[in-house]
T-cell receptor, first 110, second 114 residues
Framework: SQQGEEDPQALSIQEGENATMNCSYK?????LQWYRQNSGRGLVHLIL?????REKHSGRLRVTLDTSKKSSSLLITASRAADTASYFC??????????FGTGTKLQVIP | ETGVTQSPTHLIKTRGQQVTLRCSSQ?????VSWYQQALGQGPQFIFQ???????GRGNFPPRFSGLQFPNYSSELNVNALELDDSALYLC?????????????FGPGTRLTVL
């Protein structure tokens, strides 16, 4: 079963704009992660935020976590055509199973 | 450092056949997890292997089975293939020592069942 829902399911923006995608999850977590998947291939780990953190940055990525609302958001600033991919939030990891959300399909138009 | 590799890249089988997919874990990673990703969905956990034994299983029938070898590589076997088994199969490796909460994914094997 999926951990939760991602919103929106699909997003289309112009290059240079910011992209925001949201994730809701169901159970208590130790951390939440975001992955990128290009063209139905392997998953690339982007960023991890722990349950005691509220915000984290990595390059053009900004992740927030609200454990009281069981939600997280991923912001990609100054998007590029190469950011076109599907983005998944996920919980678990390490030696525990990873449970993924349903994903947001992002298209960045040059 | 060698990343996670999977073979084959693509595979076409017919209903009722059996298939074996292979995964080599990242150097130093002793835990391998397998996931099934249907088209348009997020990956779903099949099972995990550690010390050559199954260590956790998702909601998949027994015809999905696996192996882990002493070098930590792994196989996923699916018997009596069904049309709904068509999916991208991903393996991921991680160390058992708790040093990271990240699993490292391979490029996947695309299985088509006709």
């Amino acid at each position: 079963s999926q951990q939760g829902e991602e919103d929106p399911q699909a997003l289309s923006i112009q290059e240079g704009e910011n992209a925001t995608m949201n994730c809701s999850y169901k159970t208590s977590i130790n951390n939440l992660q975001w992955y990128r998947q290009n063209s139905g291939r392997g998953l690339v780990h982007l960023i991890l935020i722990r349950s005691n953190e509220r915000e984290k940055h990595s390059g053009r990525l900004r992740v927030t976590l609200d454990t009281s609302k069981k939600s997280s958001s991923l912001l990609i600033t100054a998007s590029r055509a190469a950011d076109t991919a599907s983005y998944f939030c996920a919980t678990g990891g390490g030696y525990q199973k990873v449970t993924f959300g349903t994903g947001t399909k992002l298209q960045v138009i040059p | 450092e060698t990343g996670v590799t999977q073979s084959p890249t693509h595979l076409i089988k017919t209903r009722g056949q059996q298939v074996t997919l292979r995964c080599s874990s990242q150097s130093g990673h002793n835990t391998v997890s397998w996931y099934q990703q249907a088209l348009g969905q997020g990956p779903q956990f099949i099972f995990q292997y550690y010390r050559e034994e199954e260590n956790g299983r998702g909601n998949f029938p027994p015809r999905f089975s696996g192996l882990q070898f002493p070098n930590y590589s792994s196989e996923l076997n699916v018997n009596a293939l069904e049309l709904d088994d068509s999916a991208l199969y991903l393996c991921a490796s991680s160390p058992r020592d708790g040093s990271t909460d990240t699993q490292y994914f391979g490029p996947g094997t695309r299985l088509t069942v006709l």
